[in-house]
């Protein structure tokens, strides 16, 4: 598993130009892909807010929350899912790896009573005497796990058993490899482009996935595919571009349609294209679903 300070600095724009695009087009508060269908394509001007929060608003959606319960987001990064959480009417805690995150999401979200941000290792949640047992009614963790490496998802998905209540919900948001063989990530990245921009080292096969979750007493396990509207869709965008970046007409209708980009160089323009181009293999050889996993009221 990536420390802290890994995963802060592999997102920091003054290092990775594809993190200076994407915080020019409003990635920041939020840090997933997006949801993205033909009709909301047309938004694309605005930014990328309004797709991150449109797969927030679809993943919670799958949470189900009702007033009062309890809900743990996993890696809430600057709070801002967390709140949302808590506008639905539940108690929610938030927590985050990275003590900065915790101290920006206190400041931004924590006047409300029904928010609490604290720092903490979603992997090792028996080390935080505040979370006992079937603590919480629904856990969330939206696009954060690929970086738990294999023992710590595994770990995760335990964790957030012991954590929920009988009858209780997780709902797990992730990249997955689309074969039961993970390694063939380096054949798709051999540059380790992929792997170094986000900060891990492989994603989760889908069957084992489930297999582990079925493993631990989840019943049943649900998956829903959203590599099309997700991840499929902000390559597209992506591709389309890089491909602009590598001209001059091309690199000057980007900054004419996206005003924020228009200060990038040429050479920054350059290094994007090349970053977004080697993600492609990698798209094509994974998957983006979102898992719905129920603990039994009664256990077997």
Known sequence: MNTPLDLAEAYETDKNPLFSVLHSLGWGDLLNLGYFTPLTLLRLPGGLSSFQE????????????????????????????????????????????YPPHVAQARRQHGDD??????????????SAPAFGDAAFDKVHCLEAAFHFGPDGRRAFLEEAYRLLKPGGRLVLVDFAWA?????????????????????????EPLDRYIRHAIDIGYRPCRVHDWTRPVARRFMTVGVLGAGLALSPAGRGLLGRVLPPLKDLTRAQWLSFSSIVLAHVPVQRASRYIALVLDKPVREA
């Open 113 to 126: 009573v029904r928010t609490n941000f604290l720092q903490a290792d979603a992997t090792d949640l028996r």
């Open 179 to 203: 074969t039961g063989d993970p390694a063939e990530i380096n054949a798709a990245d051999p540059g380790r482009v992929v792997r170094d921009t986000w900060a891990f080292e492989e994603f």
């Open 54 to 97: 449109d797969l927030v608003s679809r993943s919670l959606g799958l949470l189900r929350i009702q007033p009062d319960e309890q809900v743990l987001d996993v890696a809430c990064g600057a709070g801002h899912t967390t709140r949302r959480i808590a506008e639905q009417g539940a108690f929610a805690t938030g927590i985050d790896l």
